[in-house]
Nanobody, 121 residues
Framework: VQLQASGGGLVQAGGSLRLSCAAS????????MAWYHQAPGKERELVAG???????TYADSVKDRFIISRDKLQNMLYLQMNSLTPEDTGVYYC????????????????WGQGTLVTVSS
């Protein structure tokens, strides 16, 4: 599976961005996708995930600010990011896993190249 993330950029605090991720390759009908965030000098962490049945998961830090969505027919994943803060700065990775479970670090997940988000104060 190949993943291509886009939509990152520079934004002022309080602004919004929308990230997109295009998936291609060996995609099963049941699969899950997610966005991970890696802040400078820190480990990559789950921001939001969406399972095949539409169930969503959010990190506490982004609840009520970020919205994950998907277009299964187009194999697209989105992340609407609102009320951005400097703490949201970092590289955002799109992740994919065939099956019911959300993708995580390890051999069963696929990762995109990441898109950089910079939030200025």
């Amino acid at each position: 599976v190949q993943l291509q993330a886009s939509g990152g950029g520079l934004v002022q605090a309080g602004g919004s961005l929308r990230l997109s991720c295009a998936a291609s390759g060996s995609i099963f009908s049941i699969h899950a996708m997610a966005w991970y965030h890696q802040a400078p000098g820190k480990e990559r962490e789950l921001v939001a995930g969406i399972k095949s049945d539409g169930e969503t998961t959010y990190a506490d830090s982004v609840k009520d600010r970020f919205i994950i969505s998907r277009d299964k027919l187009q194999n697209m994943l989105y992340l609407q990011m609102n009320s951005l803060t400097p703490e949201d700065t970092g590289v955002y990775y799109c992740a994919f896993r065939n099956g019911f479970e959300l993708p995580k670090e390890g051999p069963e997940g696929y990762w995109g190249q990441g898109t950089l988000v910079t939030v200025s104060s």
